[in-house]
Antibody
Framework: EVQLVESGGGLVQPGGSLRLSCAAS????????MNWVRQAPGKGLEWVSY????????YYADSVKGRFTISRDNAKNSLYLQMNSLRAEDTAVYYC????????????????WGQGTLVTVSS | AIRMTQSPSSLSASTGDRVTITCRAS??????LAWYQQKPGKAPKLLIY???TLQSGVPSRFSGSGSGTDFTLTISCLQSEDFATYYC?????????FGQGTKVEIK
């Protein structure tokens, strides 16, 4: 059974840092691209970042570029999101999501999601 | 970034109704469009990808259509468990974007 379990959320002051983790199991983690998606309280979904299966290709949403860093450790079946210079508007539930390998196109939809971890940025 | 616009933002419907949600992309995205369902306090669930392909295990009352810039999600006979918020998402570009969501509520 595919499982994605996020951890590392919590309360942090504006300007602070936090590192989120996503532990994957039930599939060959090193074969899948992964993403982070967030959802502010009462708001819609916002894609945050993408990392290829090898970690060699990375993309960020403009809203987090230069502040957040995505990474992965395939030996540990883990995905990470280092969040620096946090702002109030970064308050959200953060989900990790596996990218489905659909029919030869390099990108795909997100077929498995974790339960999310809440990050609250407030003084 | 590609902008995804859903309509309506919310709708009220009764069990058994046919419901249609539309999603428009700001530029052509071929058929690289997915639909997700999200219930309160839960992670989103993939319903449809490639605009019209039903994800395994999803009931056949859900269907999707469209290509290019205009897409639709149809629920043919609304069930009680379908009351939720629905999002479209393009995966044509590495910079993925979601629609703002459509909340389907009980009339």
């Amino acid at each position: 059974e595919v499982q994605l379990v996020e951890s590392g959320g919590g309360l942090v002051q504006p300007g602070g840092s936090l590192r989120l983790s996503c532990a994957a199991s039930g599939f060959t983690f090193s074969s899948y691209e992964m993403n982070w998606v967030r959802q502010a309280p009462g708001k819609g979904l916002e894609w945050v970042s993408y990392i290829s299966s090898s970690g060699s290709t990375i993309y960020y949403a403009d809203s987090v570029k230069g502040r957040f860093t995505i990474s992965r450790d395939n030996a540990k079946n883990s995905l990470y999101l280092q969040m620096n210079s946090l702002r109030a508007e970064d308050t959200a539930v953060y989900y990790c999501a596996r990218e489905y390998d659909s029919s030869g196109y390099p990108l795909g939809p997100f077929d498995y999601w974790g339960q999310g971890t809440l990050v609250t940025v407030s003084s | 970034a590609i902008r995804m616009t859903q309509s309506p933002s919310s709708l009220s419907a009764s069990t058994g109704d046919r419901v249609t949600i539309t999603c428009r992309a700001s530029q052509g995205i071929s058929s690289y469009l997915a639909w997700y369902q999200q219930k309160p306090g839960k992670a989103p669930k993939l319903l449809i990808y490639a605009a019209s392909t039903l994800q395994s295990g999803v009931p056949s009352r859900f269907s999707g259509s469209g290509s290019g810039t205009d897409f639709t999600l149809t629920i043919s006979c609304l069930q009680s468990e379908d009351f939720a918020t629905y999002y479209c998402q393009q995966y044509y570009s590495y910079l993925r974007t979601f629609g703002q969501g459509t909340k389907v509520e009980i009339k």
